[in-house]
Every structure is written in structure tokens, then in C-alpha cells.
């Protein structure tokens, strides 16, 4: 967080880019996979609030590990298997923890974008036997309603300007590219699965194009 300014870009953030986020605060995070800083954003145009974890110095000419987690109450709290969401947080905790460098950008746009209740009413669906994809369909919901516009915003605000992505997904490369950050790398990421979410995560690569191997 000291060195914001070193040896940053001319072009980073992109000339003219109106940053609508702002840091509320920040402190530490002591936690089982590792020391973190924690720090708020809010959203200056919405409700949206974000929450970002920081380890290291954030340069503007270092490629950073970063990881975009979009909020999963039933997976990164009660544990659900249904999705591959909380292993994933976990292990990009733990990959950042190993680097000594690294942020992840935690957006509460849980169930990608419909929020928990209507998430809730998803599940309810695919409990009769529809898949995530035709679920979301089924309420009158898009496939994937998240943007990532602002955790850009928050990158830049961090001071990082080239980031190597913990992801599969190709929508948040390529929303981040958009916005103006360097992609020096894709890291994949693939954890073990219980059976509900090796299904999930199927749909997810044959519907959405996530890139998994397995
Ligand atoms: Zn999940």
C-alpha cells in the first residue's frame, strides 16, 4: 500500500478513466492461511460494497497475483459442495500466501449477480432437476450477471497495473483487459471436487466456457 505511485505506467490507470470507487479503510487480517491486510471499498455510484485482501507491496511494475471472488455464502461459509467456490477462495489465500505478493478482489455479487435469495430460488429449481444455466434461466435471470468494471477500479486504486489472474473464467480476463490492466498470465485454478459440484462445474465449462481440464 506505501508505494502507489513508483514507477507506474503513463498509460495506468487508461488516460480519462473515472475510478467511482473509494477505499473506506484498511487493516490487518491475521488468518489461518497467512497474514493479510484487509481493506473496504465502496462503490460511489451504487450500494455495492467490496472487500479486499493484500499481501506484499502493490507495484505498479511487478505482475501481481490477483483473484476476482464473487461472493458465495452457501459455499465460502457453510461449506456447501454444490459449488467450488470456497476451495477456490482458499487456495488462492494460500497461492498469494506462498508468493508473498498478491490481492483478491472479493465482489458481493453472490450466485453471479442475483443475489442470495434469488440463488436460493435457482437451487430450488435445480433440486426438480434444472442445471445452474437453466435455473437462472427459468427466473428471468441472465446466464451471468456480474460486471467486474470496478474491481479494475480497485486494482488500479491498489497501484496495480499488470496482474497475473487466479481464474477460469475468460469473461474476467477479458473484462479486466478491457478496463485497461496489463494480463501478464492466466493461473488456473482447480481444486477437489464432491460429486454435486463436479456436475456444477461441467455445466460451467460446457455452457459458460470455463477452462477446465478435468
Ligand atoms: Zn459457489
Redesign the pocket.
Known sequence: MENLTIDKPVDCPPAGRIITVERVATANLPTERGNFRIAGYRSLISDEEFVVLIKGEMRAEVPTLVRIHSQ?L???VFG?I?????PQLHKAMEMIEAEGRGAIVYQQQEGRGIGILNKIRAYALQDEGADTVEANEKLGFAIDARTYEQCAEILFDLGLCQVKVISNNPDKLRALEQAGLTIAERIPIEVETDAPAAHYLKVKKEKMGHLLNS
Do not use: L, P, R, V
Not at 82 to 86: A, Q, R, S
Open positions: 458465495c452457501t459455499g465460502d456447501s454444490k459449488c467450488d467456490c470456497g
